[in-house]
């Protein structure tokens, strides 16, 4: 196996996971997006140049762990096994944009980030190691499937596991979002912590075809969007760890805008743009759109 000679640039979005009613199973891609560079240190005639060179730029710059230990690194290894050698050196600088445990996705971004930076960086990685391949990589190191496959492949995502089998369906979409990030940050274990083992019959049957229903919202029939996106499984069971932000998603529900809590939160999400008013003090307001290709290697 021969490494690309330069760096190599990969552009992945954030997502937004669950949609309100879709809960592990919808993902929607959005304008929003990390870059990482990386760029094989070993020369020609096999010298080690360095071993791992790391730099960080935007969120995350004063908190993430400059090693081997970062996911974006973890994800590299993981992908550079299946194609069958890691390279012994490596100069990475992120640029990072996506909010860290806000719901957006920021995990799924850095471990696909390191898959496609991975085979980007073999000469022959792309097909060696396809699109395919790439999302199964990524759903079986993140440990569930909804947010990389909308980091994957773009898009409104519908991804689901058939025994290990990681699947997906992607559509088009093109709406609007208003997404708002609090200060603080929720981990996705603890959301995930407070759902129930069991949930009445009458709230899976309303979430089935709430999400049924979304599906259909979110690529013909946007004036569907504020019933579409009413959900009984797993929103109001974190209420508890992000009051604030199921207080605004509340508010803007009750004023017939069609808003969920993020991921696990607790960024709320609302489809629209003019929304920024609506904002608490000290939290953060992105206009964002679709992102219809997913994760891929920027031109150099």
């Given at each position: 196996?021969?490494?690309v000679?330069?760096?190599?640039?990969?552009r992945?979005?954030?997502?937004?996971a669950?949609?309100?009613?879709?809960?592990?199973?919808?993902?929607?891609?959005?304008?929003?997006?990390?870059?990482?560079?990386?760029?094989?240190?070993?020369?020609?005639?096999?010298?080690?140049?360095?071993?791992?060179?790391?730099?960080?730029?935007?969120?995350?710059?004063?908190?993430?762990?400059?090693?081997?230990?970062?996911?974006?690194?973890?994800?590299m290894?993981?992908?550079?096994?299946?194609?069958?050698e890691?390279?012994?050196?490596?100069?990475?600088?992120?640029?990072?944009?996506?909010?860290?445990?806000?719901?957006?996705?920021?995990?799924?971004?850095?471990?696909?980030?390191?898959?496609?930076?991975?085979?980007?960086l073999?000469?022959?990685?792309?097909?060696?190691?396809?699109?395919?391949?790439?999302y199964?990589l990524?759903?079986?190191?993140?440990?569930?499937?909804?947010?990389?496959?909308?980091?994957?492949?773009?898009?409104?995502?519908?991804?689901?596991?058939?025994?290990?089998?990681?699947?997906?369906?992607?559509?088009d979409?093109?709406t609007?979002?208003?997404?708002?990030?609090?200060?603080?940050?929720?981990?996705?274990?603890?959301?995930?912590?407070?759902?129930?083992?069991?949930?009445?019959?009458?709230?899976?049957?309303?979430?089935?075809?709430?999400?049924?229903?979304?599906?259909?919202?979110?690529?013909?029939?946007?004036?569907?969007?504020?019933?579409?996106?009413?959900?009984?499984?797993?929103?109001?069971?974190?209420?508890?760890?992000?009051?604030?932000s199921?207080?605004?998603?509340?508010?803007?529900?009750?004023?017939?805008?069609?808003?969920?809590?993020?991921?696990?939160?607790p960024?709320?999400?609302?489809?629209?743009?003019?929304?920024?008013?609506?904002?608490p003090?000290?939290?953060?307001?992105?206009?964002?759109?679709?992102?219809?290709?997913?994760?891929?290697?920027?031109?150099?």
């Amino acid at each position: 196996m021969s490494f690309v000679a330069g760096p190599v640039s990969v552009r992945t979005p954030a997502s937004s996971a669950n949609l309100g009613p879709g809960f592990d199973a919808l993902g929607l891609a959005l304008t929003l997006y990390d870059d990482v560079t990386g760029e094989v240190t070993e020369s020609t005639d096999g010298e080690v140049e360095g071993d791992l060179h790391f730099t960080v730029e935007g969120e995350g710059a004063d908190s993430v762990p400059r090693d081997e230990t970062h996911l974006v690194v973890r994800a590299m290894h993981a992908a550079f096994d299946v194609l069958g050698e890691r390279p012994r050196g490596l100069r990475l600088h992120f640029r990072n944009a996506i909010p860290h445990g806000r719901g957006l996705g920021s995990s799924a971004a850095a471990i696909v980030s390191g898959i496609m930076l991975a085979r980007g960086l073999v000469d022959d990685g792309a097909a060696r190691l396809g699109d395919s391949a790439a999302y199964q990589l990524a759903a079986d190191l993140e440990g569930h499937p909804d947010n990389v496959a909308a980091a994957v492949f773009g898009g409104l995502t519908i991804a689901w596991l058939d025994g290990a089998a990681a699947c997906v369906e992607r559509l088009d979409s093109a709406t609007d979002v208003t997404v708002f990030v609090p200060p603080g940050a929720v981990s996705t274990e603890k959301a995930r912590g407070l759902l129930p083992e069991q949930v009445p019959h009458r709230d899976a049957a309303h979430n089935a075809g709430r999400a049924a229903l979304l599906v259909v919202a979110l690529t013909s029939a946007p004036d569907r969007l504020l019933a579409a996106t009413d959900d009984r499984l797993h929103q109001s069971y974190r209420s508890g760890a992000m009051p604030d932000s199921y207080a605004l998603m509340q508010e803007l529900r009750v004023d017939g805008i069609a808003a969920i809590i993020s991921g696990a939160g607790p960024a709320v999400l609302a489809f629209g743009h003019g929304l920024a008013g609506r904002a608490p003090e000290g939290w953060n307001v992105l206009e964002l759109g679709v992102d219809s290709e997913g994760a891929r290697i920027l031109a150099t």
